[in-house]
Antibody, heavy 119, light 109 residues
Framework: EVQLVESGGVVVQPGGSLRLSCAASGFTFDDYAMHWVRQAPGKGLEWVSLISWDGGSTYYADSVKGRFTISRDNSKNSLYLQMNSLRAEDTALYYC????????????WGKGTTVTVSS | SYVLTQPPSVSVAPGKTARITCGGNNIGSKSVHWYQQKPGQAPVLVIYYDSDRPSGIPERFSGSNSGNTATLTISRVEAGDEADYYCQVWDSSSDHQVVFGGGTKLTVL
C-alpha cells in the first residue's frame, strides 16, 4: 500500500524557519516526482512545490519562491520542504503528494502536517 | 499566470447528475485533473488526463474537456459524493507551475 506520512509541523514565529518531512513507502520512490500542496484553514488547495524523481528539477509557486526549498533523499525514501522567512499567510495544512505517471498531477496524498505562523 | 474558475457551489438531488465546470483560457489544450476532498480528509484523485479514472473510482465519475471549459460529471449522485471538488492543470508557460481551481462544494440535497 502506498503511504505518505508528513511530519515537522509546529507553531513558529513570523520570520522563523521550519523543515517539513514526508516519509514514503509502498512504491519505488525514486521513480516519481513529488509535490507539496497546502491548504489554509477554510480555504482551497494551493500548490507549493514540485521536485523531479532525481531532484534535478524543482518548481515553486510564486508565493514561496525564494523562501522555500524542496529536496529529496532517495536513499531514505524521503521528501523535504525547508521553509524560511515564514509569514502568517503560510499558516496551513501541508500535504505531501506523489506525482502521477508524469509530473503534472498527484495520485496519492498524505494526511498532512499543520504549520502555524504566529507570534 | 493561468487562472481556473469553478462555481463555488453545486447542488443536486440524489440519483441525479451533477456537472462541475472548470473554466480557463483554451483549457481544452491542457490536461485537466480532478480531486475530491471530503471534510477532514486529504484530497483524492478522481479523474486524470481529462477523462481517465484511477482504479477504485466508480464509473459514475467522468470528465470532459473542450474549448474553454472542462467538466466533471457525476452520474447517479449519492450522499457520499458530497465533497469539495478541485480541478487542476499544469501551466507550462514561463511559470511552469501547478494551478488549482478555487474548488466547488457539491451538496447532495
Amino acid at each position: 500500500e502506498v503511504q505518505l506520512v508528513e511530519s515537522g509541523g509546529v507553531v513558529v514565529q513570523p520570520g522563523g524557519s521550519l523543515r517539513l518531512s514526508c516519509a514514503a513507502s509502498g512504491f519505488t520512490f525514486d521513480d516519481y516526482a513529488m509535490h507539496w500542496v497546502r491548504q489554509a484553514p477554510g480555504k482551497g488547495l494551493e500548490w507549493v512545490s514540485l521536485i523531479s524523481w532525481d531532484g534535478g528539477s524543482t518548481y515553486y509557486a510564486d508565493s514561496v519562491k525564494g523562501r522555500f526549498t524542496i529536496s529529496r533523499d532517495n536513499s531514505k525514501n524521503s521528501l523535504y520542504l525547508q521553509m524560511n522567512s515564514l509569514r502568517a499567510e503560510d499558516t496551513a495544512l501541508y500535504y505531501c503528494a506523489k506525482g502521477g505517471e508524469d509530473y503534472y498531477y498527484m495520485d496519492v496524498w498524505g494526511k498532512g502536517t499543520t504549520v502555524t505562523v504566529s507570534s | 499566470s493561468y487562472v481556473l474558475t469553478q462555481p463555488p457551489s453545486v447542488s443536486v438531488a440524489p440519483g441525479k447528475t451533477a456537472r462541475i465546470t472548470c473554466g480557463g483560457n483554451n483549457i481544452g489544450s491542457k490536461s485537466v485533473h480532478w480531486y475530491q476532498q471530503k471534510p477532514g480528509q486529504a484530497p483524492v484523485l478522481v479523474i486524470y488526463y481529462d477523462s481517465d479514472r484511477p482504479s477504485g473510482i466508480p464509473e459514475r465519475f467522468s470528465g470532459s474537456n473542450s474549448g474553454n471549459t472542462a467538466t466533471l460529471t457525476i452520474s447517479r449522485v449519492e450522499a457520499g459524493d458530497e465533497a469539495d471538488y478541485y480541478c487542476q492543470v499544469w501551466d507550462s508557460s514561463s511559470d511552469h507551475q501547478v494551478v488549482f481551481g478555487g474548488g466547488t462544494k457539491l451538496t447532495v440535497l
